[in-house]
């Protein structure tokens, strides 16, 4: 089942470490990529959201909060909003004690950091732009970080990265300003209005709670902004039953916090 050819044209389905192998390390953290390295995975996804001062960095949640140790080094600062700490401030944050003491000392990684150890790791990258609407600008921004850390290089931008946000906009702007970067978004729209994302993005990306083989079917029956077949990795998806059922239904790949658990469920990489 599915396009033959998977993700980017390598052969598919391919199996993502969803914010790192976060269902055993802490969540968007150099150790979760690490791990799932090591776990011996390529596609590791991560969240990039904005700074008080304009760094990039790798969370997911809007607020410090759930993830790190925030609210004991700054109690006066609720809620907690990434985009109210500077970048110093955060770099003092420990991101991997409230998932496990083994884990106490992990820092949120700036999106520099991220992209270095990715490199240095060999991985690809599965980047979301997070929300958007919280930091005007940051698509150009997201591009001209990766650009400096030599992500865009034309003979093999399109082997290592995907760009993917559940804002249209943001895809569309990605898009615009770099079109020969491969692109995803993050959703299910309509049968009848899948045309319409295939003029600015190549994958669709829908939770795998809401999709049909013949949702599925429709996607792969348009060529998107490459002019080749659309194509669709679906999440969270961290059972093998689950695993296997999105597989029958001809998904490309599937993203996941146990990458382990769905590749010993259907194959991949
Ligand atoms: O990559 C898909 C997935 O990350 C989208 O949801 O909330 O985990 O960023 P979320
Ligand atoms: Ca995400």
């Known amino acids: 089942p599915g396009s033959a ?26 150790e979760a990529i690490d791990l799932a390295m090591r776990l011996g995975f390529v596609w ?3 969240d990039v959201q904005r700074t008080k001062d304009g760094e990039l960095v790798v969370i997911h949640d809007d607020t410090l909060a ?7 080094l700054f109690p006066d600062r609720k809620p907690w909003k990434v985009k109210d700490f500077t970048a110093a401030e955060i770099a003092r944050l420990d991101a991997g004690s409230w998932f496990g003491e083994e884990y106490a000392g992990a820092s949120v990684p700036t999106l520099r ?3 270095d150890r990715v490199q240095r790791n060999r991985q690809r990258l599965l980047l979301e732009i997070k929300k958007p609407e919280l930091y005007p600008g940051i698509e150009e921004q997201t591009l001209k970080v990766l650009g400096e850390a030599g992500w865009l290089d034309p003979r093999h931008v399109s082997q290592r990265l995907v760009v ?14 770099r079109p020969d970067l491969v692109t995803a978004f993050l959703g299910t729209p309509p049968v009848a209005d899948l ?16 999709i049909s083989a013949d949702w599925v079917a429709a996607v792969h029956g348009l060529l998107g902004a490459h002019g080749r077949a659309m194509e669709v990795d679906t999440w ?34």
Do not use: C
């Open 5 to 30: 050819a998977g993700p980017l044209g390598l052969g598919g389905p391919v199996v993502y470490a969803h914010r790192g192998a976060s269902a055993y390390a802490p969540e968007n953290t150099l």
């Open 44 to 46: 590791v996804e991560n």
């Open 66 to 72: 759930r993830t790190t140790d925030v609210e004991q």
């Open 113 to 115: 950091q991220y992209l």
């Open 164 to 177: 993917q946000s559940f804002s249209a906009d943001s895809v569309r702007i990605v898009h615009g300003l």
């Open 195 to 210: 045309p319409r994302y295939a003029e600015f993005t190549d994958r669709i990306n829908p939770w795998h709670t809401t």
């Open 236 to 269: 969270i998806v961290d059972d093998a039953a689950t695993a296997r059922k999105v597989q029958e239904m001809g998904v490309d790949g599937i993203i996941t916090n146990a990458p382990d658990v769905v590749r010993e469920a259907v194959g991949g990489f």
